[in-house]
Structures are given as C-alpha cells and as structure tokens.
C-alpha cells in the first residue's frame, strides 16, 4: 500500500472519529454542557463515577485515534502536494504534525483527568469537580476549545491543493471555509458558531480527501 492510500484511509478514519464524537455530544454529552461554555462540572463528575468508561471512549476517538490517522494524513497529503507545490507542501507537514501533537497531547490529558476525577470523587466529590475543571481548561487550550492549528493545515493544504490543481476545485474551496472557521474559534462571541462549522465541515474534508487519495493516488 503506498503511502497515499493510507493517508486516503486515515481521511476516513477522521471522518469516523468526528461522527463519533458528534454523535455522543448529542446524545449523552449536551445535557451536562459539553460543546459550550456553561459545562456542568458537578454533574460531569458524577458520570464520571457512575460511567467514566463512556468519557474515555469519547476522548480516545476524537483526540487520540484522530490524532494517529491525522499524522498519516498529513504525510500522505505532504506527499502528494510536494510535486507540484513543495514549498507549501513542507508548510503543511509541519502545520499538520504540530495539530496532531496538539490532539494527542489533549487526549492524553482528557483521559488523565478522567481518571483522577474517578479516583476522588467518591471520598471528595469537589476536589474531583475542581481537578477534572482544572485540566478541563488545559486540555480546552491544546485544542478541544480552538481550531487555530487545525484552521491553518487545512487553510495550507486546500491552497496548496488548488493551486496545485492536485484537489477537487470544491474540496479545495470547502477546505477553505473550513480553515477559516477553524481560525474564528479564537474569536468568543463566535466561536462555539464557529467550531460546529469547522467541526461539521471537517467530516466532509476529511471524507472528499480520503476519497482523493484512495482513488486518484499519485504516489
């Protein structure tokens, strides 16, 4: 398998992990705030203690597994813009590389945190709400609460892939309303607006791009 084609499955897999997120947030997530600013800390806890099992599967798809196949992505994409574009071809992978850290690193720290709420909650339910906050604020801050570095790689690919005519001309221009989404989390008034079209969008990037790569690979 070239690397291309397994950077067209790993589109997918992204894809995949943001379905399963969404599908989660709105299902059992919402009601205790997640996706917004007014997060119900005292109730994530207690269903932390009651199913903490469900928040590590959430955050194990849409950070850690994410930010596997997004590393394969980006090489894969990095790979096939270089012919054509290898000066923003290079931009890319390292745009793309730094968000995938940023993804693995706030999984990692979800998961931590769930855990040590986990621990703490039944001898001390507000000692566990007020770590599970803390590390909640650092984790928002590597990536849950903004897409800036997403923005910027898809930004950079979708640029580089139209004019390098190596994407869709559609893919292209969705990859830059997307970006560009991704760049107004920064801004509060917008930004939960602002994530839901980044997020939303990703999906249909992530599956155009996976699509492209499996079945138009280059290299």
Do not use: K
């Amino acid at each position: 398998m070239t690397i291309e084609r397994a950077g067209g499955l790993a589109g997918l897999v992204c894809a995949a992990t943001y379905l399963i997120g969404f599908a989660l947030l709105v299902t059992l997530l919402a009601p205790l705030g997640f996706g917004s600013a007014d997060i119900d800390v005292a109730g994530v806890v207690a269903f932390i203690d009651a199913r903490p099992g469900i928040l590590i599967a959430w955050n194990t798809a849409i950070y850690i597994v994410n930010a596997l196949a997004l590393a394969v992505l980006v090489v894969a994409l990095r790979t096939r813009l270089s012919p054509v574009r290898p000066g923003l071809a290079d931009v890319s992978l390292a745009f793309g590389l730094i968000w995938a850290a940023l993804v693995l690193a706030a999984g990692m720290l979800a998961n931590v945190a769930v855990e040590r709420a986990a621990v703490l909650y039944p001898s001390d339910p507000a000692a566990a709400a007020d770590l599970w906050a803390t590390l909640h604020a650092v984790e928002l801050g590597l990536g849950g609460g903004n897409e800036i570095a997403g923005g910027v790689w898809i930004l950079t690919v979708s640029l580089a892939g139209l004019l390098g005519a190596v994407l869709p001309r559609l893919l292209a221009i969705l990859g830059g309303i997307v970006g560009a989404a991704g760049l107004v989390t920064v801004l509060p008034p917008l930004g939960d607006v602002a994530g839901a079209v980044f997020g939303l969008g990703a999906i249909v990037w992530f599956i155009g791009t996976g699509l492209v790569l499996l079945f138009a690979p280059r290299g």
